[in-house]
């Protein structure tokens, strides 16, 4: 059995070594008798693992000691609500750019908890752009600045932070975490659901600037969902296999040139295959061209029936998981850190043939 080229959005591909290195030491950790699994989350050898994660994360992102980091469950689906449970009191404000249905999400949840103003929203046409910085109107005092960096769905990108002028920005960063260097000042949270680029699903890696969370509402918010009870010791059990599975992809990315080395990477990557959908107008890119994110390349087909035949064929060729989000259609190739060149020059020759033989 090969493995295939998977264009997964999430759970996504993960390094083929790293899998590998995980299978050899599954049953035996470290001479222990036991799988990773099966140890305790207070042992010496859980905590190296916390450790040694923590200390890549910061290392690769520059962090220096500004910033608390954990690795929480319940998604980022869950940080929609952390968030304001912990920033956001009733009648006080933060501004969400709306530039997704993930941002909607997080929009609403926030909601829940105190009053939301949308500085930029691009839902009337589809999500198919971010903003430029002109056309960003913020609200006098935001709490935060909320935004999605990378939009798994429409296959958006911000190319640089917004600019809010000092206001904390919250990032929910899922889907291009760890892709490409940021401007970690510029933030007050940082999440990331790992199932798309960092890890398989079930932890979610949460990073904090101590100001920011300094400032956090610890009134009537219950203990566990409070940021605070996740700095310094491990309050509960967290997901061990998970956080294992994120140090050594965090090791793999360290291996492999860091962040900078991954930019140029994703850079190449995506250029091949928006050269193809460009090429001419058989493939037509479905977001604005300034905003193509580099981890989720969207594009349609001529019609619906060829997407359909598009699906079908790359299958033929080991390509798997090229259909979009079932709530805009079209393909969608999720090229993300561990999808190696080799899949996206096989899929980028698939294009090219599908398009002379339908074309
Ligand atoms: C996948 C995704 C989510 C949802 O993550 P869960 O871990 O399923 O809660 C949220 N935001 C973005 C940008 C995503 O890509």
């Known amino acids: 059995m090969t493995r295939v080229h998977n264009f997964s959005a999430g759970p996504a591909a993960l390094p083929l070594e790293v899998i590998k290195h995980a299978q050899q030491e599954l049953t035996d950790y470290k001479e222990t008798g036991r799988s990773i699994m099966e140890l305790s989350h207070r042992s010496a050898h859980y905590e190296e693992i916390d450790q040694q994660a923590k200390a890549r994360l910061r290392n690769l992102l520059g962090l220096g000691d500004k910033f608390e980091i954990m ?48 500085p930029f929203s691009s839902a009337e046409g589809n999500y198919d752009r971010v903003p430029t910085q002109d056309e960003l109107k913020f609200s006098d005092n935001p709490q935060y600045v909320h935004f999605t960096s990378n939009n798994t769905v429409a296959g958006t990108q911000f ?27 510029k933030y007050g949270i940082i999440y990331a659901g790992a199932q798309k680029n960092v890890g398989p699903a079930g932890v979610t890696v949460v990073i904090i600037k101590k100001d920011f969370l300094a400032q956090a509402n610890t009134e009537n918010v219950p203990t566990i969902l409070q940021y605070g009870t996740h700095t310094g010791k491990i309050f509960n059990t967290p997901p061990t296999f998970n956080v294992y599975m994120v140090n050594l992809v965090l090791k ?17 990557k995506a250029k091949k295959v928006y050269d193809a959908i460009d090429a001419d107008d058989f493939y037509r890119g479905a977001v604005d061209k300034e905003s193509r994110s580099l981890m989720n390349v969207t594009f349609r087909l001529p019609s619906e029936e060829l997407e359909q035949k598009f699906v079908d064929e790359a299958v033929k060729h080991d390509l798997y998981s090229l259909k979009g989000h079932r709530s805009v259609g079209g393909i969608r190739a999720s090229i993300y850190n561990a999808c190696p060149m080799e899949s996206v020059d096989t899929l980028v020759d698939f294009m090219n043939d599908f398009r002379s033989n339908n074309g």
Request: proline content about 5%; some cysteine.
């Open 252 to 268: 793999w990315i360290e291996g492999k040139g860091g962040l900078s080395g991954f930019k140029s990477f994703n850079e190449k």
């Open 159 to 185: 190319p640089v932070e917004p600019d809010t002028n000092g206001v904390p920005l919250v990032c929910d960063a899922s889907s291009d975490f760890l892709s490409r260097p940021i401007d970690v000042d």
């Open 71 to 118: 690795f929480l469950q319940g998604g980022a689906s869950s940080q929609f609500m952390m968030a304001p449970y912990n920033f956001l009191g009733k009648d006080q404000t933060a501004d969400y750019i709306d530039t997704g249905r993930w941002s909607a999400k997080a929009i609403k949840e926030a909601e829940i908890f105190g009053n939301v103003h949308v």
